[in-house]
């Protein structure tokens, strides 16, 4: 087998449609993140006006985040979706599988976007992270400006997402800097790595469903797939939906059980891999 990096990084087993997945990060999408500043007339507190620079981007940076831009299916989330589908029964497993079908879409869209994680890998998202304005109580600043982060489904460019947002927040004297741009990555589904995983955690995790996904967050893999390195990003062990939410919080943590779980998985892993591979590789 030709070399793939396994990128320990971004997610961990689930419960997901009433089954236990696990989770393989084969693509991710880009990101967008920019500067917007706003200048105008300020004034005292006492005589607030409602035209000064602070109010009017708080509410273009609402209208921003109330759009609701272009929804799409990559092709992982249909083989997820396919493959969580043929575990299901009754009329839900039916339209997993069904997916790729437009009816079907218009069907189970709005499901999947109920959920915070499926609503990320159908759609670009918007976040408003910061807001900088005055830094005295009793004065109305003549300048604010605030950062937004955009993750973007693969086929979207920067200079698109970034009209797209101009246009939602409807500010023409409004100015704009690209902070950051993340590039989208993807590798190969039907891949010897992918394939020996999924052995793998069939015999440590039997009850659980091996599944490629969209990754709405960027990884390390951003680095090594545009070096031509498949990389699939996993965290080999199982907790609970409610630890998602810990990310980038105060009490983001992984138990060390689950550290466990990961190490062993590994091994068995790396032994298998070099099973697998010819005198040449090794």
């Given at each position: 087998?030709?070399?793939?990096?396994?990128?320990?990084?971004?997610?961990?087993?689930?419960?997901f449609?009433?089954?236990r997945?696990?989770?393989?990060?084969?693509?991710?999408?880009?990101?967008?993140?920019?500067?917007?500043?706003?200048?105008?007339?300020?004034?005292h507190?006492?005589l607030p006006?409602?035209?000064?620079p602070?109010?009017?981007?708080?509410a273009?940076?609402?209208?921003?985040?109330?759009?609701?831009?272009n929804?799409?299916?990559?092709?992982?989330?249909?083989?997820?979706?396919?493959r969580?589908?043929a575990?299901?029964?009754?009329l839900?497993?039916?339209?997993?599988?069904?997916?790729?079908?437009a009816?079907?879409?218009w069907?189970?869209?709005?499901t999947?976007?109920?959920?915070?994680?499926?609503?990320?890998?159908?759609?670009?998202t918007?976040?408003?992270?910061?807001?900088?304005?005055?830094?005295s109580?009793?004065?109305?600043?003549?300048?604010?400006?605030?950062?937004?982060?955009?993750?973007?489904?693969p086929?979207?460019?920067?200079?698109?997402?970034?009209a797209w947002?101009?246009?939602a927040?409807?500010?023409p004297e409004?100015?704009?800097?690209i902070?950051?741009?993340?590039?989208?990555s993807?590798s190969?589904?039907?891949?010897?790595?992918?394939?020996?995983?999924?052995?793998?955690?069939?015999?440590?995790?039997?009850d659980?469903?091996?599944?490629?996904?969209l990754?709405?967050?960027?990884?390390?893999a951003r680095?090594?797939?545009?070096?031509?390195?498949?990389?699939y990003v996993?965290?080999?062990?199982?907790?609970?939906?409610e630890?998602?939410?810990t990310?980038?919080?105060?009490d983001?943590?992984?138990?060390?059980?689950?550290?466990?779980?990961?190490?062993?998985?590994?091994?068995?892993?790396?032994?298998?891999?070099?099973?697998?591979?010819?005198?040449?590789?090794?």
């Amino acid at each position: 087998m030709t070399a793939a990096a396994m990128i320990v990084d971004g997610t961990y087993g689930v419960e997901f449609a009433g089954q236990r997945v696990l989770p393989v990060g084969v693509a991710e999408k880009a990101s967008v993140a920019f500067r917007i500043s706003l200048e105008g007339k300020g004034g005292h507190a006492s005589l607030p006006g409602r035209d000064h620079p602070l109010e009017r981007l708080t509410a273009g940076l609402q209208r921003l985040v109330a759009a609701s831009p272009n929804r799409s299916l990559s092709p992982e989330v249909v083989e997820m979706l396919g493959r969580l589908g043929a575990r299901s029964s009754g009329l839900q497993g039916w339209l997993m599988q069904r997916i790729s079908w437009a009816p079907v879409r218009w069907v189970a869209m709005p499901t999947l976007q109920k959920q915070a994680y499926t609503n990320a890998m159908t759609r670009n998202t918007v976040a408003w992270t910061g807001l900088t304005a005055g830094d005295s109580y009793n004065v109305i600043p003549n300048r604010a400006e605030a950062q937004v982060d955009m993750r973007i489904l693969p086929g979207t460019t920067p200079e698109e997402a970034l009209a797209w947002a101009k246009e939602a927040i409807d500010l023409p004297e409004a100015s704009y800097e690209i902070l950051e741009f993340k590039s989208p990555s993807r590798s190969a589904l039907d891949s010897p790595w992918f394939n020996l995983y999924e052995a793998v955690a069939a015999q440590r995790f039997p009850d659980m469903l091996v599944a490629p996904i969209l990754s709405p967050a960027s990884t390390d893999a951003r680095h090594t797939r545009p070096a031509g390195i498949p990389s699939y990003v996993v965290v080999p062990a199982y907790e609970g939906s409610e630890l998602l939410a810990t990310i980038h919080e105060k009490d983001e943590r992984i138990p060390a059980r689950a550290l466990g779980e990961g190490a062993r998985f590994f091994f068995e892993f790396l032994v298998a891999s070099d099973a697998a591979a010819t005198p040449h590789e090794r």
